[in-house]
């Protein structure tokens, strides 16, 4: 089974503020997805990825950068932090594109 | 309107009963899986099953792609069983992300 782990597992930030999420997977998957989990929106895909240096817009895209460094390690980043961006981020990989994806813990993000 | 349907909304079952969970889509799916969570909890993969039946302990899941539904069928239910069940399918028209369903929140009471 994938291991998908997520870091950090709580940030607290303030509105402007820089965040980055970092997530790893150790089971040579190509694809990696993040997604975020809002009360009354499900889960939402922002952005994806099908190999290091690869970069797809997901459905919510605004707002967030992200960059596939290695094949392992998918990250998120907010250059400027908004309070409507406060949700539960989950990051998510799989062997192929219509294959099982296996998600991480998440990372529970609050912009004040 | 919405791709994937989940019903019930919400269940509630004594301990022992069984539970039927569906999911319906609106277009076709190229991949299908369930998931559970507990509350701010991680999505545990609990089926990936694009078409048939799948079992695994006491839960079994069926999916007909021809009539675009899937199933999570829970058979005697357990309080440990507690918590949402989700639902998602992967489309078949290029993209690649897994949409999801609302959800359903099962309790299961002593």
């Known amino acids: 089974e994938a291991a998908v782990t997520q870091s950090p597992r709580n940030k607290v930030t303030v509105t402007g503020g820089n965040v980055t999420l970092s997530c790893r997977q150790t089971n040579s998957h190509n694809y990696m997805y993040w997604y975020r989990q809002d009360t009354g929106h499900g889960l939402r895909l922002i952005h994806y990825?099908?190999?290091?240096?690869?970069?797809q817009i997901g459905d919510v895209p605004d707002g967030y950068k992200a960059t596939r460094t290695t094949q392992e390690d998918f990250f998120l980043l907010l250059e400027l932090a908004s309070p409507s961006q406060t949700s539960l981020y989950f990051c998510?990989?799989?062997?192929?594109?219509?294959?099982?994806?296996?998600f991480g813990p998440g990372t529970r993000l609050t912009v004040l | 309107g919405q791709q994937v349907q989940q019903s019930p909304t919400s269940l509630v079952l004594q301990e022992g009963e069984n539970a039927e969970l569906q999911c319906n889509f609106s277009t076709s799916l190229n991949s299908m899986q369930w998931f559970y969570q507990r509350p701010g909890g991680s999505l545990i993969s609990v089926f990936y099953n694009p078409s048939g039946t799948k079992q695994s302990g006491r839960l079994t899941s069926t999916t007909v792609i021809k009539e675009r539904r899937s199933s999570l069928h829970i058979s005697s239910s357990q309080i440990t069983d507690s918590g949402t069940y989700l639902c998602a399918m992967g489309e078949s028209s290029g993209s690649w992300q897994l949409i999801f369903g609302s959800g359903t929140q099962l309790t299961v009471m002593p």
């Open positions: 990825s099908y190999g290091a240096g690869n970069l």
């Open positions: 998510a990989s799989s062997d192929a594109p219509d294959a099982e994806q296996f």
